[in-house]
């Protein structure tokens, strides 16, 4: 079974401050990866996909990969007591033609 | 992206009895997921339905316990047969992107099941 870790935390920045999330992956050959937010009580929402090597912006969220040391990684801009919530990395296993998804890290961001 | 909705949204069942939860979208897609997410857990994928094809199982997961549905592209169910409490978890539906990227999936907003 092809394996996502993350520091399931919590991880905790203050309002304005930049969040960082990281997520390192086992299967070198993968291509595709995905950023879920989850609120408590709600269901996975997809913030960031992200297929090659550098950074993709989108607003206040960056995410990086790095292929060749297999990291993934999310910062959140300017953090907002609104982005507290449960990150997923999530990576698609060509093979077994699925996500596996990391067990997530809460992330607090304190006002 | 495709508006998924669940039915039902939560349900309180005894045990021994049978649980079919929907999952229905608005536009046609070629995989449907089923995951189970337990309290302060990630996600586990039970199986993967496809229409016109047998559901495929993960590891743990057996057809006789979660027997699933696919009749068309846009519709699946899950059954969750002959409940324990250990079964009571948060079931989400998922699907790929459609016309997009099918190695995207979206959820839809989960089924809490309580089993007494």
């Known amino acids: 079974q092809k394996e996502v870790e993350q520091n399931s935390g919590p991880l905790s920045v203050p309002e304005g401050a930049i969040a960082s999330l990281n997520c390192t992956y086992s299967?070198?050959?993968?291509?595709?990866f995905f950023w879920y937010r989850q609120y408590s009580g709600k269901s996975p929402e997809l913030i960031m996909s992200?297929?090659?090597?550098g950074d993709k912006e989108d607003g206040r969220f960056t995410a990086q990969l790095n292929k060749a040391s297999q990291y993934v990684s999310l910062l959140i801009r300017d953090s907002q007591p609104s982005d507290s919530a449960t990150y997923l990395c999530?990576?698609?296993?060509?093979?077994?033609?699925?996500?596996?998804f990391g067990a997530g890290t809460i992330l607090r961001v304190k006002s | 992206s495709a508006v998924i909705s669940q039915k039902p949204s939560r349900d309180i069942c005894q045990r021994g009895t049978s649980l079919t939860i929907q999952c229905q979208v608005d536009?046609?897609?070629?995989?449907m997921f089923w995951y189970r997410q337990q309290p302060g857990q990630s996600l586990t994928l039970i199986a993967t339905?496809?229409?016109?094809?047998?559901?495929?199982?993960e590891s743990g997961f057996v057809i006789d316990k979660f027997p699933i549905s696919r009749p068309n592209l846009t519709f699946s169910t899950l059954t969750v047969s002959n409940m324990s409490p250990e079964d009571s978890s948060i079931y989400l539906c998922?699907?790929?992107?459609?016309?997009?990227?099918?190695?995207?999936?979206?959820f839809g907003p989960g089924t809490r099941l309580t089993v007494l």
């Open positions: 998922s699907v790929d992107g459609g016309t997009g990227p099918t190695d995207t999936q979206y």
């Open positions: 299967d070198r050959g993968s291509q595709s």
């Open positions: 992200i297929y090659s090597n």
């Open positions: 999530a990576v698609w296993w060509e093979y077994g033609n699925k996500l596996v």
């Open positions: 536009s046609q897609v070629t995989m």
């Open positions: 339905a496809n229409q016109g094809s047998e559901a495929t199982y």
